[in-house]
């Protein structure tokens, strides 16, 4: 520090000469010590070095550690200490000091204490027998369905940062002692019910699948309430400060976090169309209207009411929009100022005017005979994979997906669902079924603040800026046309949490809402079917609330 403070000295000196002397290699007297410009260097933590204790030992973090500015001037009642250090626990622990000098600049140091066992064991070895022995490393399990999508040394590893990802986990488990190992749900786990099932059964018999399970936000309350999982609150202000803000509400139920994952939420259902079919036609782009602000529904009605009109000349069983009407009225309801339901208010909204009037507009579509006869759920009916149909609701993931879209034929083309033309907020999408992670219950609370350390230092932590250009990158793999991309950049973070199938009613079934509204949107009865099944939802909500 003092060689670059002398050598910053000298320079500063010199360019002084130099712009006294006008450049012109006049010598200039030497002022005397009293006339000197002081010069301001960078201010210094000291003390603050790397050291080893002894379990038992005592230890004050501000004992021998002093600061100076650039002048010398003391500024030691400027420091502060960040970090614990726990002298009864064998470990490494951080302390992080910063002070402020004269110029106002923070200085900071990182010190790294050591607490290592009785008669000198290292960090992770303990005595036996006179000996210092190793002490075996925690195996930490991940329970996921799809593994090779997450473990970075798994043969088909299909994630990105792969090399990345290798070594921060080899770091990780060396600095904590742990082995990270990733298993898929046994078969009796599936999916759905059956999985909540036997997360459930493993927590009640107390022999836990894993340490980590990864679900989906529509199964929070059912886990959460059987105590399979527990909350991470405790936590999110330290090893769980990186995680997104998103997080804190779709991964929470009843006032505390229970779900977590990397990186932000981003928006996953939007509409999908033949681009090569529209082009043909000779139709406006959606995608263009969209980014043009015209995206509206009276814009989507004339928009497909001229496709319908233009299929006339492709033949016969060729339609203009297929997929599920509650597909639509689910994600366009909220663009007319609503929900499907209120978790702010506890109010069920599926019943309320914004919702009756999503339900009307897309009854006047139907009736003009603009959606497909025989839609299908998730990737979409025969007609709608062989190019007869302009255009259908999907969610991202199906786009290269070989059990989905992967092997479609013709170009995908993107563009969000229109908005109501009254309606002025921003644009929203729900998110439901979000997977996510939850830590498994019945640790102790050594190794549950183990296990989610870990998790938390496994990730790639990145800014919103890098989260979002890698989104972007990984929307250039999926679609041909940059149009499509920039379109979903405008809505991709624009997200909350739906609970519509989380709160314990099936929606395929007599009385829930999704079966329901496919049907009351075709006869025009929407109003008297939903007056019908809110009492059941608005039970089952108050329950899941309270």
Known sequence: MKKILNLFAMFFLSVLLVACNGGNGEETPT?????ETPIIGIGEIRGATNIELTVGDTFNPNAGVTAVDGLGNDITASITVSGVVNLNTVGNYTLTYQAVDSLGTIVTVVRIITVKGLEGCGVFQKLENGLCVDIPPTRIVIMHGAPYEVDPFHQDYTGTQQLARQTKQLETEALNNVIVEYRTFPAEAAWGPSRVTAIINASTSG?????????????????????AIVPIDKYLSGYGSNIHADWLNVGSYKEQVYGFGPGNITVDTGLYYNANLIENLGVENPTQLFLDGQWTWNKFDQWSTQVKTALTSQGEGYYALGGMLSMYAENMIPLNGGSLINKTTGRVSFAQTPALDTYTFLNSLYVKGLFEINPQYDAGSPDWMAGKVAMHPGNLWFVNAPNRWGSIAFELGFVPFPKNDSFTGEYVAPVSGLAQYNLASGMTPEREELVFKV???????????????????????????????????????KVYLELINAIGINPYTDNGWRRNINLAIREGTARTVVDQIRPIYQAELDKYLN
């Open 207 to 227: 022999s836990h699948l894993a340490d980590i399970y990864w679900t989906t936000s529509d199964w929070t309350q059912q886990l959460a309430n059987a105590e």
């Open 455 to 493: 998790w938390n230092e496994l990730q790639l932590w990145k800014t919103e800026e890098e989260l979002r250009d890698e989104f972007r990158l990984s929307l250039i793999t999926k679609f041909d046309d940059i149009l499509y991309v920039e379109a979903y950049l405008e809505i991709y973070d």
């Open 31 to 35: 002022p005397t010590p009293e006339t």
